[in-house]
């Protein structure tokens, strides 16, 4: 490792690595956790999935479901014990950045478990593409449109995933709109 930051062996990037799951209460995937440690500096992202991979077979983090595909991770109780004996051996302002970007990586996850986007063929020849949002109490937007392709599908679902509030304050403001002038709002 290098010399950049406040991490100087593997011990802290340990420790820092188990900082960063401690700091939010979804599992994370192992790119989230890894970047949220990464904030230091000092650290490569070899020498971070290293240590990570050291802690899940130590049983300080373990495997808790998948994210298309991608395992998904969470502290475990013993790992929760270390860092609650320990956590003062990382610098405030490592602790600080390290938590910010683990809840940031925390929300972005949410998010974007709540967005759901797909393409699929008809018997006519064209594609059918759905688009959906929803937060905790249900549905907020479904969208279902015809595209020509499945390649205007994909953009269609890529511009949906990266700006999906945008588009449903558009929606809304197109279907609000006094077309002819005289409705009352």
């Known amino acids: ?3 950049l930051g406040y991490i100087r062996d593997k011990l802290d990037l340990k420790y820092l690595l188990l900082f960063v799951l401690a700091s939010v ?3 994370l995937g192992l790119d989230d956790i890894i970047e949220a440690a990464l904030t230091d500096g000092a650290i490569t992202y070899f020498d971070a999935s290293d240590a990570f ?3 899940v077979e130590s049983g300080h983090v373990t495997p808790e479901g998948e994210d298309g595909g991608a395992p998904l991770y969470r502290i475990s109780e013993h790992g929760r014990e270390i860092i609650a004996a320990s956590e003062k051996r990382l ?3 490592v602790r600080r950045d390290a938590q910010k970007a683990a809840l940031t990586a925390a929300a972005r ?8 986007c797909v393409t699929t063929p008809r018997a006519d020849g064209a594609f059918t593409t759905r688009l959906e949002m929803r937060d905790d109490d249900g549905d907020i937007i479904k969208l279902e449109l015809m595209v020509v392709s499945r390649s205007q599908g994909q953009l269609i679902e890529s511009n949906f995933r990266a700006n999906a509030e945008s588009i449903y304050g558009s929606v809304l403001d197109a279907l609000l709109k006094d077309y002819d002038g005289d409705i009352e709002q």
């Not at 996850?109 to 759901?116: C, E, V």
Request: proline content about 10%.
């Open 1 to 3: 490792m290098a010399a």
């Open 25 to 27: 209460k979804e599992p």
């Open 53 to 55: 991979y050291e802690l």
């Open 91 to 93: 610098p405030q302002s």
């Open 109 to 116: 996850r949410k998010r974007d478990s709540l967005i759901t």
